[in-house]
C-alpha cells in the first residue's frame, strides 16, 4: 500500500511537472559547455570578429551570464539568439539573417561559381566547333610525353649543344 | 608542323570569351573599390563634431519613459554612453548624479544616460548601486551609438539649447566641476 | 640624429624612386639605353638607404629613444632584445617601412639578373617597381614616418611632429607603451616579415607582366622569367599563413588556427589568385593557352596584395574599432584605383595580340583540369571577397551592421575545397592536349579503388560522418594517384634504363622537379587537409569549473587540476600557472600548465594554452578564470582537437615540395631547346 502511495504521488507530480512546463520551465543550470556552444554563434560589439565563447572582456562574460539566464528560463537558442539581434542589432549574429538586401550574400558566390562554370564550358563548347582537318593537326601537336630513353637523348643532345 | 601553323591562323572560329565578359568583370571590380573607399569613409568619421545638430533620436529608459529629441528642445542635454563593465565609467556617473540633483528642478536641463552594449540584468544593479536617478535606456540595436559614432565607453556629448553639439568627449569627466564647467556657461547663454 | 639620418635617407630614397621611375619610363620610350642603366643605378641605390633608415630605426627601438613617436608606442624598457627588433614591424610606420625595405632588396635581385636578350623588358620593370617603391617610400616619408618625434613646447604641451616647432625642446619619455602582448611570441618573430615577403615579391612577376603588355611581347617569356619569383612569392606568402595560423594557435586561446576574420582573409585572397595563377602559367607555358587570363590573374594578385596590405593596416573593416585615423587609407585607394586600371587599360590594348596559340580539344586534358582549378580558385576567392566586402556595402548603403563570420565562410568554401581536393586526385593522371575519359578512366580504376579500400577500412573503424568520410576518402585518393603516378613513372625509366628502381625514382623526380615538387606540395595539402578535416569535424570541447583535486572529463581523457599558483615576474607580468594532469583512459600521458599572463604595462591579459600534442591528437588546456587563492578553484576549458598537428607537418612537406620546384634546373636556353623538343616531338628534333 505503502508503495502504491508512493507511486501514486509520484505519477501526480509527474503531471503536475509536465502540465506546468510550457509555461514556467525552470530547468537545472545549463552547463558551461550548453552556453558555449550557443555563444559560439554570437558576436559581440565589443571585440570585433572574435565570437563569444572565447572573448576575454566582462562584457562577454556578462553576455554569457545572460544566455545562461535565458536558458535556464527555458528559452530556445534559437529565442535567445533573436533577443540579442533585437537588443543588439543583427551584427551580433555570426551571418546576416535573410532579410532585406541580406540575401545577396547567399546568393552571389553560388551564381558566381555558376557563371564561372558556364564561361568553362563555353571555351570547350566554342573551342569544339573547329574545321575538320584542324581537329586532325591539333591531335598531333599534342605534346608527346618523352619516354625516359627520348629524354635521354635530349639530355646528350643539350651536352654536346652546351660544348658548342 | 609548318601546316598546323596555317592552320591556326586561318582559323576565325571565335573560340575566346568575348571582351564584354571581362570589361563587366573590371567595372564591377571597381565599383567595389568604390564602395571600399565609401566604407573608409565611414569608418574614419569620429564622434559627431561640435556645432552639429542633435540627431533625431528616442530612448526609452529602464522605467518605460520615453525621450524623443523633440521634448529636448531648449534644454542643455548632456547625452552620456556607458556600460556596465565600464570600470571608469562608475566615478563619472556619480558626478552626473550630483549634477542632476542640482540641476533638475530646471526645466532646461537634462541627462539621458544611454546603456551601451550591455545587459538589463547587470545595469540596473548597477544603477541601484551607484544610486542614479536620472533617465537610463538601453541601447537598442545600438542605434544611438551609430547616430553618434560612438567608438567606446564612456563617452559624453553636451547639446546646448539650441541644441547644437557644444562639447564632445572621449573617456571619463575627471570631477564634478569639470562637468560643470562646460554646461553652466551653456545655461547662462540664451 | 639617428632619427635625422633615417629620414634624410628615407627622402633620397624616395626621390631616386621617383627619378628611376621616370628615367625607366622615358629610356624604354626613347630606346635610350644610357637613361635605362641610370634609372637602374637608381633603383640599385634605394636599398641602401632604406636599410641605412631601417638601420636607424632598429638603433631607435634597440635603445628604447621613446622621444621617436613610433619607438614610444611598440617599446618599452622590459623588452627583450629580439622582440625590440621584431617591434620593428609591430606597428604601422615600421612595417610599411619594412614593406619599402624588402621591395628595394628585391629590386636589386632581380635587376642586377642576367639580361641577355630580354634587355628590352627591363625598363619597364624598372619602371614598375620604381613606382610601386616611390608609393610605398612616400608613405612613410609623408604620412606614416617612423622617425616623429615628441616636442614640448614653451606653454608645456606636447606635440608629435618631424620638424622642430619654434621654440620647443625635445621631450623623451620614460617608458614606452610596450609590445602588444599578443605579439610577443616567436610567431611574430617570422610571420609578418614572411607575410611581407612574399607580398613583395609578387610584385615581380606583375611589372614583367606590364613589360610584356608595354613591350608587346606577349609570348611566354614574362612567365619563364619570373616563374622562380613567383614560386618564391607563393612559398612566402603560404609559409606567412600558416606560421600566422600557428600563431593564432598558440597564442589567441580559441583552439582554433583560422577565425575567418577579415584580416587574415584580407591575406588569404592574394594567395588564392596566386595559386590559379601558378597553375594556370602552366598552360600557357605548354600550350600557349589563357595568355589574357594570366595577366588578369597577375593583376588582381598583384592589387589584393595592395589592398590586403591596406585592409590589415586602415581599420575599415573593423565598425567600431578603427585601428588608425590616419590619412593613409585614400591613398592606398587612390594607388589601387590607379594601377589596377592602368593595367586593364594595357590589357585590353594588348587584347587581340594575347590569341591562345592552341585550344582546349578534352574536358579530360591536363589543360583542363587547370582551368578548373583556376574555377575553384576564383570561386574561393569570390567568397572571400564577397564576404569581407559585404558588411561595407550593408553598412554603406542601408546602415545596417552585420557579420560575415566562419558559418558562412565554412558553408560556402567546404564543397570548393572539396572539389579542389578531387581535381588534385585526378590532375596527375591527365595528358595535355588530346585526351578522353576512357584513358584517363583506364589509368584512375586501380589507385581509385586502392583509395576505395582505405576508405572501406577508415569506415569499418567507427568514422560515420558523411563529411569526414568524403573528406578522408578523397585525401585517400590524392595520396593513392600521387604515388601511383610517380611509381608508374620510376617502373617505366628503371625498365628503360635497367638503373636500380631507387637511383631511377631521384633521377625521375630531379629531371622534373617542377612537376615532382607539386606533387609534394600536393601531398603537403592533403596532410594539412588531413589536420582540418580532424580539427573541424572532430574537435570537441568541454569547461567546467573544478576545485583543487577534482578532475574534468572529455571523451577519453581526464583532466585533473593539481596546482595554482600566482606569481609576478622580473619582466612585468603577473603570471597564473595551473598544474593539470592528463589521463587517457588510465594511463597517465602527461601534465600541462596553461597560463594567463597579465601584462601591468599594456593592462592586457594573454592566455597561453597547455598543449599535450601527437599526431593522433591534440590536447589544449586553457586557464579561463580563477577564484581567489582560499578557494582554488578554477575555470578550465579544454579542446580535444584529433589530428591537428598533421596541419604543422603538411606545411614543413609544403615547404619542401616548394623548395624542389623552385630549384634552379637548367638554364633557360636549355629549357627552350627542350620545349622545342615537346612542341614539335622528339623526331623533328633529332632529324
Known amino acids: ?164 | 608542323m609548318k601546316k598546323d601553323v596555317v592552320d591556326s591562323q586561318n582559323q576565325k572560329v571565335r573560340r575566346h570569351l568575348p571582351v564584354w565578359i571581362f570589361l563587366t568583370a573590371f567595372i564591377i571590380l571597381g565599383v567595389f573599390l568604390g564602395i571600399m573607399a565609401a566604407g573608409y569613409a565611414r569608418s574614419v568619421r569620429v564622434a559627431l563634431s561640435p556645432g552639429e545638430k542633435l540627431p533625431e533620436l528616442s530612448l526609452t529608459s529602464f522605467t518605460g519613459t520615453t525621450y524623443h529629441s523633440m521634448d529636448l528642445k531648449n534644454k542643455v542635454v548632456v547625452i552620456h554612453f556607458w556600460a556596465s563593465w565600464c570600470q571608469t565609467c562608475e566615478e563619472e556617473m556619480r558626478s552626473f548624479e550630483e549634477i542632476w540633483q542640482q540641476y533638475k528642478k530646471s526645466d532646461q536641463f537634462m541627462i539621458l544616460g544611454v546603456d551601451y552594449v550591455d545587459t538589463e540584468v547587470q545595469a540596473l544593479p548597477y544603477l541601484k548601486r551607484l544610486g542614479i536617478t536620472y533617465p537610463n535606456g538601453p541601447d537598442l540595436q545600438m542605434k544611438l551609438a551609430e547616430t553618434f559614432r560612438v567608438t567606446g565607453v564612456p563617452e559624453t556629448f553636451i547639446f546646448d539649447r539650441s541644441s547644437h553639439l557644444a562639447f564632445y568627449k572621449i573617456g571619463p569627466f575627471a570631477s564634478v566641476s569639470e562637468i560643470k564647467g562646460v554646461i553652466e556657461p551653456l545655461l547662462v547663454r540664451e | 640624429m639617428a632619427a635625422n639620418l633615417g629620414f634624410g635617407s628615407l627622402v633620397i630614397a624616395f626621390l631616386l624612386a621617383v627619378y628611376s621611375s621616370v628615367a625607366g619610363c622615358m629610356g624604354g620610350l626613347k630606346k635610350r639605353a644610357v637613361l635605362v642603366e641610370s634609372g637602374r643605378l637608381g633603383l640599385v641605390l634605394i636599398f641602401p638607404l632604406v636599410s641605412l633608415s631601417i638601420g636607424c630605426l632598429i638603433y631607435l627601438l634597440l635603445n628604447g629613444r621613446y622621444e621617436i613617436q613610433y619607438v614610444y608606442s611598440v617599446v618599452s624598457n622590459d623588452l627583450p632584445f629580439y622582440l625590440r627588433i621584431t617591434a620593428l614591424w609591430g606597428g604601422q610606420a615600421g612595417s610599411l617601412l619594412f614593406w619599402s625595405f624588402l621591395l628595394a632588396g628585391l629590386s636589386v635581385l632581380i635587376t642586377n639578373n642576367h639580361w641577355d636578350r630580354d634587355i628590352e623588358f627591363l625598363p619597364w620593370v624598372i619602371s614598375v617597381l620604381g613606382i610601386v617603391l616611390a608609393f610605398f617610400i612616400s608613405l612613410s616619408v609623408f604620412v606614416e614616418n617612423p622617425f616623429v618625434r615628441f616636442w614640448e613646447l614653451p606653454d608645456g604641451s606636447h606635440l608629435a611632429s618631424m620638424m622642430m616647432p619654434a621654440g620647443a625642446t625635445i621631450y623623451q619619455a620614460d617608458n614606452g607603451n610596450g609590445l602588444n602582448p599578443l605579439l610577443r611570441h616567436p610567431g611574430m618573430v617570422f610571420h609578418p616579415p614572411l607575410l611581407y615577403l612574399g607580398f613583395v615579391s609578387f610584385v615581380i612577376p606583375f611589372s614583367f607582366a606590364m613589360a610584356a603588355l608595354i613591350t608587346g611581347r606577349t609570348d611566354d617569356r614574362w612567365i619563364r622569367l619570373t616563374r622562380r619569383w613567383s614560386l618564391m612569392a607563393w612559398l612566402f606568402l603560404s609559409l606567412g599563413l600558416i606560421l600566422g595560423a600557428r600563431w593564432a594557435y598558440d597564442v589567441l586561446g580559441w583552439g582554433g588556427y583560422w577565425g575567418w576574420d577579415p584580416v587574415e582573409i584580407s591575406a588569404f585572397m592574394p594567395w588564392l589568385t596566386g595559386t590559379a595563377f601558378l597553375h594556370s602559367v602552366v598552360s600557357q607555358e605548354k600550350r600557349g593557352l589563357f595568355k589574357r587570363w594570366n595577366i588578369i590573374l597577375i593583376i588582381l594578385t598583384f592589387d589584393l596584395i595592395i589592398l590586403g596590405t591596406f585592409l590589415t593596416r586602415s581599420g575599415v573593416l573593423s565598425s567600431v574599432h578603427a585601428f588608425s585615423q590616419s590619412a593613409i587609407g585614400p591613398l592606398f585607394l587612390v594607388f589601387i584605383a590607379l594601377t589596377f586600371g592602368v593595367s586593364v587599360g594595357m590589357l585590353l590594348w594588348r587584347w587581340n595580340d594575347l590569341q591562345s596559340e592552341n585550344q582546349l580539344t578534352s574536358l579530360f586534358s591536363r589543360e583542363s583540369v587547370f582551368l578548373f582549378n583556376n574555377l575553384i580558385f576564383i570561386s574561393l576567392f569570390i567568397v572571400c571577397f564577397w564576404g569581407v566586402v559585404y558588411p561595407v556595402i550593408s553598412d554603406v548603403f542601408t546602415g545596417q551592421k552585420v557579420t560575415v563570420g566562419p558559418p558562412f565562410y565554412e558553408r560556402a568554401t567546404a564543397p570548393l575545397f572539396a572539389a579542389m581536393l578531387l581535381l588534385m586526385g585526378i590532375a596527375p593522371l591527365t595528358a595535355w592536349g588530346h585526351s578522353t575519359a576512357r584513358t584517363l578512366g583506364k589509368s584512375l580504376i586501380k589507385p581509385l579503388l586502392v583509395a576505395v579500400l582505405i576508405l572501406i577500412i577508415i569506415a569499418a573503424s567507427g568514422v560515420q560522418s558523411p563529411g569526414a568520410l568524403l573528406g578522408f576518402g578523397l585525401v585517400s585518393l590524392v595520396v593513392t594517384v600521387t604515388f601511383y603516378e610517380y611509381g608508374r613513372g620510376v617502373h617505366i625509366r628503371s625498365q628503360q634504363t635497367g638503373e636500380p628502381v631507387l637511383l631511377s625514382g631521384i633521377k625521375l623526380a630531379g629531371r622534373n622537379r617542377r612537376r615532382y615538387g607539386g606533387y609534394i606540395i600536393h601531398l603537403g595539402v592533403v596532410m594539412m587537409a588531413l589536420g582540418i578535416i580532424g580539427i573541424e569535424l572532430f574537435q570537441t570541447e568541454t569547461q567546467g569549473t573544478i576545485a583543487r583535486g577534482q578532475s574534468l572529463k572529455l571523451d577519453d581523457l581526464t583532466i585533473s587540476f593539481r596546482d595554482l599558483a600566482v606569481f609576478d615576474t622580473h619582466d612585468g607580468r603577473n603570471i597564473a600557472r595551473a598544474v593539470v594532469n592528463i589521463k587517457q583512459g588510465d594511463n597517465v600521458i602527461g601534465e600541462i600548465y596553461p597560463r594567463r599572463d597579465y601584462y601591468y604595462e599594456s593592462q592586457q591579459p594573454v592566455t597561453v594554452p597547455g598543449v599535450i600534442s601527437t599526431f593522433a591528437e591534440d590536447i589544449y588546456v586553457i586557464l579561463v578564470d580563477w577564484q581567489s587563492i582560499s578557494l582554488q578553484g578554477a575555470t578550465f576549458k579544454v579542446y580535444h582537437n584529433p589530428l591537428v598537428k598533421w596541419l604543422w607537418l603538411g606545411g614543413f612537406v609544403f615547404i619542401l615540395g616548394t623548395l624542389l620546384a623552385s630549384w634552379p634546373d637548367l638554364t633557360l636556353d636549355e629549357e627552350r631547346i627542350i620545349r622545342m623538343v615537346i612542341r614539335h616531338g622528339p623526331e623533328e628534333f633529332f632529324k
Open chain 1, 1 to 164: 500500500m505503502k508503495n502504491r502511495a508512493f507511486l501514486f504521488s509520484f505519477l501526480f507530480l509527474l503531471v503536475l511537472i509536465i502540465g506546468i512546463q510550457p509555461a514556467y520551465a525552470q530547468q537545472p543550470t545549463p552547463s558551461d559547455d550548453r552556453v558555449n556552444k550557443l555563444a559560439r554563434e554570437i558576436y559581440c560589439p565589443v571585440c570585433e570578429n572574435t565570437p563569444l565563447d572565447v572573448c576575454p572582456t566582462k562584457a562577454c562574460a556578462q553576455w554569457r551570464e545572460l544566455i545562461r539566464e535565458k536558458m535556464t528560463e527555458g528559452w530556445t537558442d534559437r529565442q535567445i539568439k533573436d533577443f540579442f539581434a533585437e537588443q543588439y542589432g543583427d551584427r551580433v549574429l555570426a551571418e546576416p539573417p535573410l532579410t532585406g538586401t541580406n540575401w545577396l550574400i547567399y546568393i552571389l558566390p553560388p551564381s558566381g561559381f555558376l557563371l564561372g562554370l558556364w564561361l568553362v564550358f563555353r571555351v570547350f563548347f566554342t573551342g569544339r566547333k573547329i574545321t575538320p582537318e584542324e581537329g586532325i593537326s591539333d591531335s598531333t601537336v599534342s605534346s608527346p610525353v618523352l619516354n625516359a630513353s627520348e629524354t635521354n637523348r635530349v639530355e646528350e643532345e643539350l651536352i654536346r649543344y652546351k660544348k658548342r
